[in-house]
């Protein structure tokens, strides 16, 4: 885009892609977490929403803080307005936003040092997560290869796709290497682990990678029963977890106990 150009409201939606939940490691266009976008004479204003009032107040103040960043970011945009809806802490969040205060000048004394500890983290746990799920891609390809062998897998290995590449973002965001010759299954420092030790990394990563995907499952529904009708602004998940843009309860039946 060139400076100057008029901002339209798919650069907007594409910008705010960019912006993760750092939990759930998905963007907040996909969970839903837009409720509406609005841009203008150089200004552009968003609103977002999250699956409950009481959502962490630093993944909130996160995901608004980059929404803002990267908005900031697109040519021709001069002026920025992100605010949160519905939270216990919008007012605190929107203020802190709208002076640029940063995260320990919104919150003071109840502020961490800074958010990158936290960004790192989940950092970390997406990069473990996306490592067991291009190995569990790789060994349903390869019957023949078995989970403790997994450990001498290397980037090469894996079959170029939507997987790989997700892999491939994440150990760049750590800093790990991106060399074809380096080890899949590492730990966050890119060491390898002994080939006593794969199975319980791999295990490890599988329990990351399960509730990764659990919460993001759950927070999707609380934002469809929360916010009639989101499930149209959700985007199914790719690897089929998500059932669109609605969900179903289990009918439950109640017994009478017998006398």
């Not at 993760?20 to 839903?32: H, M, Y």
């Not at 078995?146 to 897998?153: A, F, I, K, L, T």
């Not at 916010?227 to 109640?254: F, K, W």
Request: glycine fraction near 10%; hydrophobic fraction near 35%; aromatic fraction near 4%.
């Amino acid at each position: 885009m060139t400076k100057g150009c008029e901002v339209t409201l798919d650069d907007v939606r594409r910008a705010l892609g960019t912006v993760l939940d750092p939990e759930l490691d998905e963007p907040i266009t996909d969970l839903g977490f837009v409720r509406s976008a609005e841009v203008g004479e150089g200004t552009a204003v968003v609103h977002l929403r999250l699956p409950t009032s009481f959502c962490s107040p630093s993944f909130a103040y996160l995901m608004a803080s980059d929404a803002k960043d990267a908005l900031d970011a697109l040519d021709g945009v001069e002026r920025v307005v992100v605010e949160l809806d519905g939270h216990h802490d919008s007012a605190l969040i929107n203020a802190g936003l709208a002076a640029d205060a940063g995260y320990v000048g919104t919150f003071g004394r109840e502020a961490e040092e800074s958010l990158e500890g936290l960004r790192s983290v989940f950092r970390r746990k997406a990069h473990t997560a996306a490592s067991e799920r291009s190995l569990a891609e790789l060994l349903r390809a390869e019957p023949s290869l078995r989970e403790g062998d997994v450990g001498r897998v290397r980037l090469g290995d894996l079959p170029p796709g939507r997987t790989t590449d997700a892999l491939r973002r994440r150990r760049e965001a750590l800093g790990l290497s991106l060399d074809d010759d380096a080890l899949v299954l590492v730990d966050h420092d890119g060491r390898g682990y002994a080939p006593d030790a794969v199975l319980m990394a791999l295990r490890r990563a599988r329990a990351t990678r399960v509730s990764i995907d659990g919460n993001a499952h759950f927070c999707r529904g609380l934002l469809r029963t929360r916010y009639d009708g989101s499930g149209a602004d959700q985007t199914p998940r790719l690897d089929g977890a998500e059932p669109g843009d609605h969900h179903h309860l289990i009918p439950l039946t109640v017994k009478e106990p017998t006398r």
